[in-house]
């Protein structure tokens, strides 16, 4: 496989543009991704029919508001049980975690 980005290139300086399929255009997004700095995930649908191919690459930060509130469930879950027979929970989670802050690493 070439590198499309430079084929690409060397078309649009011989003849002044360049023409894509679409097997040409999902190989140019594939070598964008690889590009692209480890942060970013690639993110694919997929055109089952055509195989036409739409990627876009995100963030932490840019995934961030969109998962904060499943993470902060799923980071500070309680796993305090009752007490004896009572079915009355003791539990001081929430104050626990009150200081604690999503850290994008």
Do not use: H
């Not at 590198?3 to 999902?26: H, P, T, W, Y």
């Amino acid at each position: 496989m070439s590198n499309m980005i430079s084929l690409l290139r060397k078309q649009v300086q011989e003849n002044g543009k360049a023409e894509i399929d679409i097997d040409m255009f999902n190989q140019l997004q594939n070598e964008w991704i690889t590009r692209c700095d480890i942060d970013c995930l690639p993110f694919v649908y997929k055109n089952i029919k055509t195989n036409e191919e739409r990627k876009i690459l995100l963030t932490a930060a840019e995934i961030r508001p969109f998962v904060e509130d499943e993470l902060y469930e799923r980071l500070t879950a309680c796993d305090c049980t009752s007490i004896g027979e009572t079915n009355v929970i003791e539990c001081n989670c929430e104050d626990k975690f009150e200081d604690f802050e999503l850290q994008l690493n």
